[in-house]
């Protein structure tokens, strides 16, 4: 699921046909069936990603620390010295943490997630004020007709 296929399909998923606005109000169920299986798949997406962000964050840190055996840091491809002969302040880890390669792939992510659900929840709160678009549509028209 891809960002700008989600906004390709909500380009025409958004028009209201202003003809057939007895139409346009039907589709409003099926909308919101496929906006709300987007979501729950995207939300699922995302929790997952941070599941693994956080197993991630844990092995970098026994890396970090000192503290992971030798094969899985083989394994992962890192090397034997995380800090390259310097001294670091456990402290200083989050520094650390927050400029590694690997945490910032997942972390970009991770919010690329967000910002899909972002997204599909918007269109989701669309699709639920849609039937008074359809509703304000009508009245303005029975205005203009002079009822």
Same mark, same amino acid.
């Given at each position: 699921?891809?960002?700008?296929?989600?906004?390709?399909?909500?380009?025409?998923?958004?028009?209201?046909? %202003?003809?057939?606005? %007895?139409?346009?109000?039907?589709?409003?169920?099926?909308?919101?069936?496929?906006?709300?299986?987007?979501? #729950?798949?995207?939300?699922?997406?995302?929790?997952?990603?941070?599941?693994?962000?956080?197993?991630?964050?844990? $092995?970098?840190?026994?890396?970090?620390?000192? /503290?992971?055996?030798?094969?899985?840091?083989? /394994?992962?491809?890192?090397?034997?010295?995380?800090? %390259?002969?310097?001294?670091?302040?456990? $402290? %200083?880890? $989050?520094?650390?943490?927050?400029?590694?390669?690997?945490?910032?792939?997942?972390?970009?992510?991770?919010?690329?997630?967000?910002?899909?659900?972002?997204?599909?929840?918007?269109?989701?709160?669309?699709?639920?004020?849609?039937?008074? #678009?359809?509703?304000? #549509?009508?009245?303005?028209?029975?205005?203009?007709?002079?009822?």
């Amino acid at each position: 699921m891809k960002l700008e296929d989600l906004k390709a399909q909500w380009t025409e998923d958004c028009k209201i046909d %202003d003809i057939e606005l %007895d139409q346009s109000s039907l589709e409003i169920p099926k909308l919101h069936a496929k906006y709300s299986d987007l979501l #729950t798949t995207a939300l699922m997406s995302k929790k997952n990603l941070e599941l693994k962000y956080s197993l991630l964050l844990k $092995q970098k840190w026994l890396w970090y620390s000192g /503290k992971l055996d030798e094969d899985t840091i083989k /394994k992962n491809g890192w090397s034997d010295d995380p800090f %390259d002969g310097l001294k670091v302040l456990k $402290q %200083d880890f $989050q520094i650390f943490f927050n400029a590694d390669e690997d945490l910032q792939k997942m972390n970009a992510q991770v919010e690329y997630w967000n910002i899909v659900v972002d997204f599909l929840k918007r269109c989701l709160e669309n699709i639920t004020w849609r039937h008074q #678009t359809i509703k304000n #549509t009508i009245d303005w028209r029975k205005f203009m007709a002079g009822s």
